[in-house]
């Protein structure tokens, strides 16, 4: 079968975009004008309350609600404590980098001797590449998309402070701050915010104010690979203060493809950059991109053999935003144009976006699944119903398990 990639623009109200496979749907993702997205948008804000019991505060980005921003998610540099102190606890947390780097340097041969004889479906807790000196270091950056795959979190948890200052000693009311938002409003829960900031291209991530991270994408493991990437990463005419990470999709790029699409990233900060100096908190200052570029840079893979768009403004657009992200492959993106059948119908997506708005599932065995979302989580309930096939409850249960897995 061959991959589509289908975006239905021809409603204002309501924007679609599908990956089909043949006429299997696998892939949808749906943007309406009444809730657009806040993930990976960057807000000039405003601290509206501190919280000493939760360690956060409480931020006014021009939300619906104020958002959570976590004692741990606030960059040192936002410390109101005398610059001296500030420069002292940089500098700390540097030779703390630097002496991790060494541990973890001894602990390298151990690893890459286990490394050998794991599994490779135990990929996440494999040993890495001897040239990943700084991957590790780099544990506090959050790379907020990836190509086809789930977020690559890396967790921030060792960014640890030496001097253990409390929320309210560093952080006041009224304070100005730029945050990311890195979640969503939920229910009665306002969107998760961070002032680590991220900006995610084709092929790369830029951390524009932090410098204690970078290098490649930890699910890209083939040492030759990773050695080419570092070798392209150190060529880059970083700015002091920052660092890249090379993602997934940048694993076969040449080092034009890659370094095109870091300065396409620079211009994006600098124009985050100048209009933070022109405008007062709350403002938004940078939006993550319609549902299109989103789709294109993140759901679009080399696979895909072409891209039809109903909608023609949005076909220019699409167009002339390939040729930024990757222009050999510009030639893929085509306008549908068959006025007599929409272009969901013509490959039955319709038909298949119908029978996912009900929350039971029904599969082929008989069993079925019941899913309800709840403010915290979403619960899937399986259930055998008619599959009674099994000599007894304990194969039922494995077969109707495995069926609904898949």
Avoid at 43 to 69: C, M
Avoid at 160 to 189: A, P
Avoid at 277 to 305: F, Q, V
Wanted: proline share 2%; aromatic share 6%; charged share 35%.
């Amino acid at each position: 079968m061959t991959k589509k990639m289908l975006i239905d623009a021809t409603h204002s109200e309501e924007m679609r975009v599908v990956i089909v496979d043949g006429t299997r749907l696998d892939e949808l993702d749906i943007e309406t004008s009444t809730k657009k997205q806040l993930k990976g948008n960057i807000y000039l804000a405003k601290v509206a309350r501190v919280e000493p019991s939760l360690q956060a505060a409480f931020v006014d980005y021009g939300g619906n609600r104020h958002g959570f921003l976590a004692f741990n998610e606030i960059h040192p540099d936002y410390y109101q404590i005398p610059v001296a102190d500030r420069e002292a606890l940089k500098e700390a947390l540097m030779q703390e980098e630097n002496d991790d780097d060494d541990d973890d340097e001894k602990s390298r041969g151990k690893g890459r001797r286990r490394e050998q004889t794991e599994k490779s479906e135990n990929a996440e807790q494999v040993s890495l590449p001897e040239d990943q000196e700084n991957d590790d270091a780099a544990e506090q950056i959050v790379e907020t998309v990836s190509e086809n795959e789930n977020d690559e979190v890396m967790d921030r948890s060792r960014y640890r402070q030496i001097k253990k200052y409390k929320i309210q000693e560093v952080i006041h009311r009224g304070q100005v701050l730029l945050v990311q938002v890195t979640k969503e409003e939920r229910g009665n829960k306002g969107a998760a915010l961070t002032t680590y900031l991220s900006l995610a291209g084709r092929y790369c991530v830029l951390m524009p104010n932090n410098s204690r991270g970078g290098g490649v994408s930890r699910k890209i493991t083939n040492a030759a690979d990773r050695k080419r990437l570092k070798t392209i990463v150190s060529k880059l005419p970083l700015p002091a203060g920052m660092s890249v990470i090379v993602r997934t999709a940048g694993k076969e790029r040449t080092s034009l493809e890659i370094k095109r699409d870091y300065e396409y990233l620079i211009k994006t900060w600098v124009q985050i950059r100048d209009k933070t100096m022109e405008s007062s908190a709350p403002a938004l200052i940078h939006e993550e991109g319609n549902l299109i570029k989103r789709a294109l840079r993140d759901m679009y893979t080399r696979d895909i053999s072409e891209v039809l768009i109903e909608g023609e403004n949005e076909y220019r657009m699409a167009k002339d935003f390939m040729k930024i992200l990757t222009p050999s492959h510009a030639k893929k993106i085509k306008q549908y144009k068959d006025d007599s059948m929409p272009l969901f119908f013509r490959y039955q997506v319709e038909a298949q976006l119908e029978s996912m708005h009900s929350n039971i599932v029904q599969l082929k065995s008989g069993a079925y699944l019941v899913m309800d979302q709840t403010e915290a989580l979403v619960a899937i309930d399986v259930n055998s119903g008619r599959a009674t096939k099994e000599r007894n409850i304990e194969e039922t249960a494995l077969k109707t398990n495995l069926e609904a897995a898949d």
